[in-house]
Structure formats: structure tokens, C-alpha cells
């Protein structure tokens, strides 16, 4: 939930990263997009009456650094 999307840019931002809209569902008050993210499918709902992104459009994702956890092999 904490996940922003922000329109593709070739300025790339630090904490910022490409991934592309698979598919988009629009829920009235939110909207569901389906990410393709280094070759993972990822859903981001994002609240808004009115969809930003179309789909097969690239975008950027930003993970706020306190929201995330590393986990390394050992």
C-alpha cells in the first residue's frame, strides 16, 4: 500500500525503478494495476477516482526505504 507509481521518465530517480502495466482495473474510488517487475507480477492498488496509467504503459516504482526489509542467503 505503500507503493507510489510515478510516470516513466529517462530521468531516473534514486529509489526509483522501470516495471510496465499489464493490466488495469478500475474499482470506482481505486484502481488495480497488474506490474510486470523484473519478470515478477506485482499488484498495486492505488486510490483515485480516475486511472493514471494505461496498460503496456511503463512506469516507476518507488518503495519507501522504511517500509522495507533485505533478506540475504546464508
Same mark, same amino acid.
Do not use: H, I
Given at each position: 500500500e505503500n507503493v507510489k507509481m510515478h510516470a516513466a521518465s529517462s530521468d531516473t530517480q534514486p529509489g526509483r525503478h %522501470?516495471?510496465?502495466v499489464? &493490466?488495469?482495473q478500475y474499482l470506482g474510488t481505486q484502481t488495480l494495476?497488474?506490474?510486470? #517487475?523484473?519478470? &515478477? !507480477?506485482?499488484d498495486i492498488v492505488e486510490?483515485?477516482?480516475v486511472?493514471?496509467?494505461a496498460e503496456? %504503459? !511503463?512506469?516507476?516504482i518507488e518503495f519507501p526505504l522504511e517500509c522495507l526489509t533485505? #533478506?540475504?542467503?546464508q
Open positions: %522501470e516495471a510496465r499489464l &493490466q488495469r494495476y497488474t506490474l510486470s #517487475f523484473f519478470g &515478477q !507480477n506485482m486510490l483515485g477516482t486511472p493514471r496509467f503496456g %504503459e !511503463n512506469v516507476q533485505v #533478506f540475504t542467503k
